[in-house]
């Protein structure tokens, strides 16, 4: 199963593709994260995304495409990926429906996680990660069950990403409603597209996903 999860920033499409991985064993494709760990590396990816993804902008089509082109080569994606933060425009929406047809895959879902913009702002600017195993946290919303230790790892060190602040996501925001959001009827009119309720609890949005996933 071939599964886009489809939202806003702070949406919780890093957090539900997480647990249905746990769940399913797809591997979560990330673009932000694949992003991220080529500005850490410092790697020529990285140089050019790196003052974009500050601005709360988004990278260029052809950037993401190639790294996710790239990606799908690696064997541990046969089984089934989950699209996070990928497709972002109508451009890469149809790249990706190229690439998969040449490696003789399909998309079986595109699962638009809903959540309106006044909730998003905290979810983001209250969103950290433990620097050791990736888990992700919420100031209020997701907390360790024992303070500043995590619950996966037992590590004790956090992570703020710099783009986290209240500024740039509603920079990010505006990119969603103008770029990402035409995918929308773009998935509509191919017959993929479910619409989840993403305001509401973390294990009530997995519920929901799983029920609809196994449809
Ligand atoms: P995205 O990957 O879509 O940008 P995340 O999964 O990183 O979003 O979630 C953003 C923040 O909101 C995280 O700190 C996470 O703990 C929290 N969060 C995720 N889903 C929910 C939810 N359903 N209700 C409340 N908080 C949530
Ligand atoms: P969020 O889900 O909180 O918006 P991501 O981790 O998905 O965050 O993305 C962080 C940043 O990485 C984006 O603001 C953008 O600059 C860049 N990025 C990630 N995925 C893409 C993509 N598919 N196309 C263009 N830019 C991207
Ligand atoms: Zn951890």
């Known amino acids: ?53 500050e601005a709360g902008q988004l990278v260029t089509d052809e950037i993401v495409i190639g790294i996710i082109d790239q990606r799908l080569d690696n064997p541990d994606t046969k089984n089934g990926v989950i699209f996070d933060g990928f497709p972002r425009t109508v451009a890469q929406a149809q790249a990706l429906d190229k690439i998969l047809d040449a490696k003789g895959r399909k998309l079986d879902r595109v699962v638009e996680v809903r959540v309106p913009d006044q909730l998003l702002i905290d979810r983001v600017t209250g969103r950290y990660t433990c620097a050791k195993c990736g888990a992700g946290y919420h100031d209020t919303n997701q907390k360790p069950k024992k303070d500043g230790v995590c619950d996966s790892c037992g590590g004790t060190e956090f992570l703020r990403r710099a783009d986290d602040n209240a500024e740039t996501v509603t920079k990010r925001l505006s990119a969603y409603h103008e770029q990402t959001a035409p995918l929308l009827p773009y998935y509509e009119g191919k017959g993929l597209l479910k619409v989840i309720d993403g305001a509401q609890d973390i ?12 449809k």
Do not use: Y
């Open 1 to 53: 199963m071939n599964l886009i999860l489809l939202g806003p920033p702070g949406g919780g499409k890093g957090t539900q593709a997480k647990r249905l991985m746990d769940k399913f064993g797809m591997v979560q494709l990330s673009t932000g994260d694949m992003l991220r760990a080529a500005v850490a590396s410092g790697s020529e990816v990285g140089l050019k995304a790196k003052a974009v993804m």
């Open 203 to 214: 294990a009530k949005v997995t519920e929901e996903l799983i029920a609809l996933l196994g």
